[in-house]
Structures are given as structure tokens and as C-alpha cells.
């Protein structure tokens, strides 16, 4: 059966485990249903803005093996790149082996975050190439995020799960640039105008929607698929002209005037 429950905090009254377990345990459900149909992934936050001398990641909140993980700070990249980094080499934003820590009473798991050399398949918030200690570039516009998947100065988000149904797919960044790029298309396709609609109202796309724009497999890595849709927006949706008919042939065609064909 459905069920409500719900209590009263009035003066003077003693809290009972009832009324803390009904607190603890309301928001952890609510939010694990929400979440169950989902991907692992990012689920909100986690924004990248760029300062003048730094990078800097948002607060946000991660779905990751059943439970939710809140990243409470800002996080600096500029503090993470403290120490010795080889020119040149590709360096990845990825989480740490879970921790514990108890406290009053209280259970803290942490993942914390840190620079590695060498992508290892666990949570991936990044990746650039060191290049004399100067941080990348967050991409701003299409061009920018094709050119991050390169040896580039551009920070790489193409890796980044964010949770969506069935599939993670990439990083609300990333689908802003994607929609100025449509928005700049003379001419879209039916399938195009959907999608900039759907990135207007959701602000992503799932993996599904965007392999039937490539067609594309499942099989095709995130970079793949990002080159790939990068090749389908050039694509004009060219319709070549009907063939005018010549003066001469013009002539030769006789007006019909006074009978009737069947049809």
C-alpha cells in the first residue's frame, strides 16, 4: 500500500528515534527512487567556470554504486596541480579509492579527487595536457569542444558520465555548445530541430539520440561520437534544383486544350 507520514515538531516536546529515523530516512529514499532508473553519473552541479588564473568545478551531486556523494565545495584545479607534472603529458581529474571516517556518531564516506597520470576507468571530471604549468581552456563553443578531444589546450569533458536513463551520457557543457552549433545551422533537418528543442527544455540528449543522428553503434567510444556528430552538422541539408526546361523544349510541348484523360 501507499503510505504518508508525516509529524509535528511543537515546543517543549521530547524528539523521539521515531521522529529522527522519519527525518533520516525520508530524503535518502525519496532521492534513491528518483535516481534508480538513471546511469551512474553526475546528477546536478558540477559546473566549470574559468577565472582569470584558475578552474574551478561547482558544488554537485554524484549517483555512484547505489548512493549518492556530495561534492560540498568548490573545487580548484589550480590546487589539484601541485607538483611535479611532465610537459606534454595528458593528466586526468579522477576520484580517489573510497575512505571512511567516523565522527560523533557519525559515518562519512569520501571519494576524494586528484591529478593521475593514466585514465583508469573510475570517475572521470576531466582531462587536459600539461603544457608549462598554464591551465587549459574551458571550451566555450563547438569548435572548442571538437578541438579538446586533440592534443589541444582545451579542457576535455568527453568522459564525464552524466546520469541519464539506460546510459550516462556527456556533460551539460557540452550540449550548450552542441545547441549553438544547430542554432548557427541555415538549414536543419527534422531530427536536428528536435533536438535543439529537447536541449532547450533538458539541457541534454541521451547516447540514444544522438547515434541516431550518426548512426552510430554502441560500440563507438564518447570521442568517436563526438567527431562523428561534429561531421553530421556539416552535412547541408542541400536539395538540388529542378531542371529548368530550355526555350526550345518549351516550344515543342503543346497545350492541351478541350480533352479529357482519365486518371
Avoid at 227 to 234: G, V
Wanted: net charge neutral; aromatic share 10%; hydrophobic share 40%.
Amino acid at each position: 500500500m501507499f503510505e504518508n507520514k508525516d509529524t509535528v515538531f511543537t515546543k517543549g516536546r521530547i524528539l523521539t528515534k521515531e521522529m529522527l529515523d522519519l527525518l533520516y530516512a525520508w530524503p535518502r529514499q525519496t532521492l534513491q527512487l528518483y535516481c534508480r532508473s538513471l546511469s551512474e553519473g553526475v546528477i546536478c552541479g558540477l559546473e566549470y567556470e574559468a577565472t582569470d588564473d584558475d578552474i574551478l568545478i561547482h558544488p554537485g551531486m554524484l549517483w555512484k554504486q547505489g548512493a549518492l556523494w556530495f561534492l560540498q565545495q568548490k573545487l580548484s584545479l589550480k590546487s589539484l596541480c601541485k607538483g611535479t607534472y611532465q610537459e606534454g603529458k595528458r593528466y586526468f581529474l579522477q576520484l580517489l579509492p573510497e575512505t571512511t571516517a567516523v565522527q560523533g556518531g557519525v559515518t562519512t564516506r569520501l571519494l576524494d579527487v586528484t591529478l593521475k597520470p593514466l585514465g583508469d576507468g573510475m570517475v572521470d571530471l576531466g582531462s587536459f595536457y600539461y603544457h608549462q604549468g598554464q591551465l587549459p581552456h574551458i571550451p566555450a563553443t563547438w569548435e572548442e569542444v571538437i578541438e579538446s578531444l586533440n592534443h589541444t589546450f582545451y579542457f576535455n569533458l568527453s568522459h564525464l558520465s552524466w546520469a541519464a536513463p539506460e546510459e550516462a551520457t556527456f556533460h551539460p557543457l557540452i550540449f550548450s555548445c552542441l545547441a549553438q552549433a544547430l542554432e548557427k545551422k541555415a538549414c536543419r533537418s527534422a531530427l536536428e530541430t528536435v533536438m535543439l528543442v529537447q536541449l532547450y527544455e533538458r539541457g541534454t540528449l541521451t547516447m540514444k539520440t544522438l547515434r541516431l543522428y550518426t548512426g552510430d553503434t554502441y560500440d563507438v567510444s564518447r570521442d568517436e561520437l563526438l567527431k562523428h556528430i561534429d561531421e553530421a552538422l556539416q552535412k547541408a541539408n542541400f536539395i538540388p534544383p529542378s531542371p529548368k526546361a530550355t526555350p526550345q523544349e518549351v516550344k515543342k510541348v503543346k497545350p492541351i486544350s478541350g480533352q479529357r484523360g482519365m486518371i
